[in-house]
Each structure stands twice: as C-alpha cells, then as structure tokens.
C-alpha cells in the first residue's frame, strides 16, 4: 500500500511547493484548508499532474474539534502515513503591548495548537510501524525576536520547543523530528512588498529541504535546519 504525505494548509505557498514535490515523487497526498475552493483545485491539479491520490478536506486547525475532524479523516484513509508537515498557520504583525486582546489566542491556535494536536492524532499510527517523519514549520522567528513580531514570535518560540520535545519523545520509535526555520519566503504574506522576488527564498526550495531530509536514511535525523534568503534577513 502506498505511504501518504500529509501537509497542513497545504493550497499555497511552501505547504503547496511541498505536496507537490512529494507528489512529484509519486507520494500519495493528503491536505487541508479553510478556503474549500482552493482545496478542490488543489487537489485538482495534483492528480492531474502527477497521477497521485491526492485527498482533502475542508477544515479550520486554528479550532481543537476542527484538528481531531482533519485527524479522523487522515486515519479513515487507511494509509500509512509516512510524512506529516504541520504547515498551518498566519502572521499578524503587531506590539505585544499594542496588539488587540484574542491576538495571541488566535495565533497560538492556529500556529501550535494545530500542530500538538495533529501530531498526538498521527503519530500512533507511525509508533505502531516504527517509522515516520514529522516536519514542523517553525520561522527563524522561533529563535530571534523582531520588532512587529508580536504574538506571532511566542507561538513560533513555541513552536520549536514543541519540535524538541516531540523529538525526544518519539526518537526510540523510530520516528524523526525536523524543524524547519525559514527566513523571508516568497508567499502571500509578503504581497504589497517592494522587495524585489529574488530577495525571498523560494517556495521550492523550502520543499525541496523537506524532501532532502526526508530521504537521508533512517540512521539519520536533521533537527534543525535554518535557512535564510542569500543576503540576509529582511
């Protein structure tokens, strides 16, 4: 039976670039989004392209009942699920001090919140066949604050614990643990910029990170990979 790579908030940017690098790769896929119609021409494009299963389902992980929905559909697919990326999430820019009141609640919702839970949810399965990989997408926010970071920032500091911690827990099943910390990446959140395009990192080289460390054998993990656009920080 085919392995199933999951990614979460996987219609644009990175989490696209990286269900479409593993589908390349003739991995089966699995996704989800608030936006029901991107979901479909997602999913869409996918397995048109690649001739893949590609799988989605409308879903809010910003809400704890919204995440076990996602979970119970992934489950009911009866794949093994080889790849889990938690993805989703957003920024806010803004003062701690100054930010509206609920900012810190929304964020930590959809930026961590979703990722505990749909790892408590997946990661049974990887225990019971000792293998997987879990990527959780962090930000060089998780470790260097920023003005205008705001709530963001904690829920990316966050993040990374949660990565080491999920690590130690799950090394003696077998199951890796990557967090990735990209800089400055070319996605929506940057529309409106003045900054040229090639002053971003690729989506695609976001994906193709993922995959390289994905495909190092099982004696191997990468923790941690940070990575920046080539002249630094924006």
């Not at 990326?85 to 920024?91: K, S, W, Y």
């Not at 701690?96 to 900012?103: L, P, Q």
């Not at 997946?122 to 970071?149: D, T």
Request: proline share 2%; net charge neutral.
């Amino acid at each position: 039976m085919a392995g199933l790579v999951v990614v979460t908030g996987g219609t644009k940017g990175i989490g696209r670039a990286i269900l479409e690098k593993f589908a390349g790769h003739g991995y089966d896929v699995c996704t989800c989004a608030r936006n029901k119609g991107e979901l479909e021409e997602t999913v869409a494009d996918i397995q048109s392209r690649f001739k893949v299963k590609a799988h989605q389902i409308t879903a809010d992980l910003s809400s704890a009942m919204e995440t076990r929905r996602f979970v119970d559909f992934v489950n009911r697919l009866k794949q093994p699920v080889d790849v889990l990326v938690n993805n989703a999430g957003f920024f806010t820019g803004g003062a701690v001090t100054e930010e509206e009141d609920g900012a810190l609640e929304a964020m930590i919702g959809a930026n961590l919140y979703s990722a505990y839970y749909t790892s408590k949810g997946l990661v049974v399965g990887m225990k019971e066949r000792r293998r997987g990989h879990v990527f959780n997408m962090c930000s060089i926010a998780s470790f260097m604050a920023y003005p205008n970071g705001g709530s963001y920032g904690i829920t990316k500091f966050a993040m990374l614990g949660f990565s080491k911690v999920l690590r130690e827990e799950l090394k003696e099943y077998g199951i890796r643990v990557t967090a990735i910390m990209p800089g400055a990446t070319l996605t929506a959140s940057w529309q409106g910029t003045k900054h040229p395009d090639e002053r971003f990192i690729k989506v695609e080289d976001i994906a193709e990170t993922v995959y390289s460390a994905y495909m190092l054998s099982q004696q191997s993990v990468v923790e941690e990979i940070v990575i920046r656009p080539m002249l630094g920080d924006i």
